[in-house]
């Protein structure tokens, strides 16, 4: 990010940045760097996770990430993730073609 960006950004008086949702509406010139993502367990990263994510020895990758994507707290129970799910596997296959596109390195 720019220096210019950065200040602009700065300017909001937000607690909690929701930097994903602020930083289209500040009007730079945006653009991807692609990286190759890594596997990784679930709940192992600073994030302060629930315990009931913590705990558990789900490994993400497509299929895991479908049934949690189904139904978070039926795959997890007592996840804080506040969302109830996306009921279509339509939308499931959609999503995660979107997040295999961005994260393939290319
Ligand atoms: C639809 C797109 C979404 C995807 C692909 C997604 C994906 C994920 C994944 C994979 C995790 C586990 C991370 C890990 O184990 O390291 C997670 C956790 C979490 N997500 Fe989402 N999420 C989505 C939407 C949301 C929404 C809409 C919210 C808030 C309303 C949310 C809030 C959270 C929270 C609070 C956690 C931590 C849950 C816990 O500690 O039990 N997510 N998300």
């Known amino acids: 990010m720019s220096k210019r ?8 008086n937000e607690v909690n940045l929701f930097l994903r949702g602020i930083i289209p509406t500040l009007g730079f010139k945006t653009s991807i760097v692609p990286y190759a993502r ?33 139904g978070p707290a ?4 007592g996840t804080k993730m506040a969302f109830v799910g996306l009921r279509e596997p339509r939308d499931r296959d959609d999503l995660i073609a979107f997040l295999r596109a961005r994260t393939s390195g290319k």
Do not use: C, M
């Open 5 to 12: 960006a950065l200040a602009a950004l700065l300017l909001h």
């Open 38 to 70: 890594q596997s990784r367990a679930a709940g192992k990263t600073d994030f302060a996770y629930s315990e009931a994510l913590r705990n558990t020895a789900i490994v993400w990758n497509e299929t895991t990430l479908d049934r949690w994507l189904a």
């Open 74 to 77: 039926t795959f997890v129970p």
